[in-house]
């Protein structure tokens, strides 16, 4: 073993224990800094016991929380992709109260997946998505949020009536709109006995306008039966910003950098009341997302906004932990 008490930044193998012998095995490649893993802590023994499943984990497992490339490279080291996760039920619903700033009422909900993952734990969007782009899965994952947002709600609705929320916001990948979503919703939604109008779908900012414009006649469809179309991340693009003339929209979210910095700089601030008054002139809901303190969401109120989402309100959670909140009275944050 080396004698320096830091490791330099080395490429990390898999090591798989064979008859006695230790057989390397590339199961992805992942930087670790001069800082993270001290070489005292990973004495021979442990390569020689662990095997390299144990090895990738624990120096995962030392990288910063957002270290997303990390992450993601640890799951192709796994082998686990969202086919293993869809077949073993791995996958999880976490919802996030989209509330009316007025009276805090929770109105709509967003489903957010997460990755109960058997070796690295729960895990974010973030921590996997850019696995799952790469290898092609989106369309896959989209198709189970669709299945399982739908389902929720009609649980949901017959555990709290009325006190639960009007409907769902689901977001579609560039991947799943280049195909036939459209027949995609209307069969989920048939299946679950969920209806249209309570189903919200959010536009990705990083669909390019070639996408949107040739999926624009299945959004008209679907917007037909009664589906709810949303653009996301509004702001950080001009895809979105053309979008707003060439489909029937409902609704704008603001983007979370835009809020979170509208308290200290004037540009963000104009940016947020710019977004807002053209929503309103367009007669779209406005959302805010990214709500993290009280203030932000006074100033919001102030400038007009009508909706709001975000960890001062309410964090995403799963749907019990949701209907506990719910049962109380149907509300999130401060009023």
Not at 228 to 234: A, I, P
Not at 298 to 310: E, H, I, K, S, W
Request: charged share 15%; proline share 5%.
């Amino acid at each position: 073993m080396a004698r320096s008490t830091q490791l330099t930044p080395v490429v990390v193998a898999a090591v798989v224990a064979f008859t006695g012998l230790l057989t390397l095995a590339m199961a992805g490649l992942m930087a670790v800094g001069a800082d993270s893993v001290p070489a005292a802590s990973v004495p021979l023994g442990f390569f020689m016991a662990g095997g390299g499943s144990a090895i990738l984990l624990y120096l995962l497992r030392r990288r910063p929380p957002g270290d997303v490339w990390a992450r993601s490279t640890a799951l192709e080291a796994f082998d686990r992709t969202f086919a293993h996760a869809v077949h073993h039920g791995e996958l999880r619903m976490h919802y996030q109260p989209i509330v009316r700033i007025s009276d805090r009422e929770v109105v709509s909900m967003e489903a957010l997946v997460r990755w109960q993952h058997p070796a690295l734990g729960l895990m974010a969007p973030g921590q996997f998505l850019p696995s799952a782009r790469r290898a092609g899965h989106l369309t896959l994952l989209d198709e189970w949020v669709l299945q399982q947002a739908c389902a929720d709600l009609v649980e949901l609705t017959s555990r709290l009536g009325g006190t639960a929320p009007s409907s769902v916001n689901v977001n579609l990948s560039p991947q799943t709109l280049s195909g036939d979503f459209d027949e995609l919703v209307i069969s989920i939604l048939q299946r679950t006995g969920l209806r249209s109008d309570r189903l919200r779908l959010e536009l990705p900012e990083d669909a390019d306008l070639q996408t949107l414009t040739a999926a624009g006649p299945r959004l008209e469809r679907l917007i037909a039966h009664g589906v709810g179309v949303t653009l996301d991340d509004m702001g950080t693009g001009s895809t979105t910003m053309r979008y707003l003339s060439m489909v029937s929209i409902q609704g704008i979210k603001i983007d979370k950098d835009f809020v979170a910095g509208m308290g200290h700089n004037p540009r963000d601030h104009t940016v947020v009341k710019v977004l807002t008054e053209l929503g309103h002139g367009l007669g779209l809901h406005v959302t805010a997302e990214g709500v993290e303190t009280a203030e932000q969401l006074r100033a919001l109120a102030v400038m007009g906004v009508g909706y709001a989402q975000g960890y001062h309100l309410a964090v995403p959670q799963p749907l019990d932990a949701l209907c506990a909140t719910l049962d109380t009275g149907g509300t999130c944050g401060e009023a």
